[in-house]
């Protein structure tokens, strides 16, 4: 039940695609090397304000965070851009699996993203998003990431 729940919030917090304000581009652009802003702007607007929603409750977890450590909060569905899906079928996605290439790209998200960071990102970056980190920044990313 709890899956359900959680389902449903990710996908009524992520129907939005409007742009993102100037000044949230702005911190993330701040934030972020030139090159990971730069996936990061390719991303759909739905997922560049998730990873800006995400990056605010992570700093309320850990307001001390270094910059790599934010970088992997706003970068950490940088691969979702991959698959190509627009909301409906992200949904379908979701509930039917791994079925088709499409949907198994958007599926492995975390390791396409993870893919496109290698050498551009720093190390402490891609540690915290492919897991090798277990630390306490590493599960607070998790948790604010679960919606």
Do not use: C
């Amino acid at each position: 039940m709890d899956s359900i729940v959680h389902l449903a919030k990710r996908a009524w917090s992520s129907r939005d695609n409007r742009p993102l304000s100037g000044h949230l581009v702005e911190r993330a652009e701040r934030l972020l090397t030139h090159d990971e802003f730069e996936l990061w702007w390719a991303m759909a607007p739905r997922d560049q304000a998730h990873s800006m929603e995400v990056l605010d409750r992570f700093l309320t977890i850990i307001p001390w965070a270094k910059r790599e450590e934010q970088a992997a909060a706003l970068l950490h569905d940088v691969g979702k851009n991959a698959s190509r899906l627009n909301w409906p079928l992200r949904v379908i996605a979701t509930l039917v699996g791994p079925r088709g290439k499409r949907f198994a790209t958007y599926h492995q998200h975390e390791e396409i993203g993870i893919a496109m960071l290698q050498g551009i990102s720093d190390q402490r970056t891609l540690d915290i998003l492919s897991g090798d980190a277990k630390d306490d920044i590493a599960a607070a990313l998790r948790a604010a990431d679960n919606i």
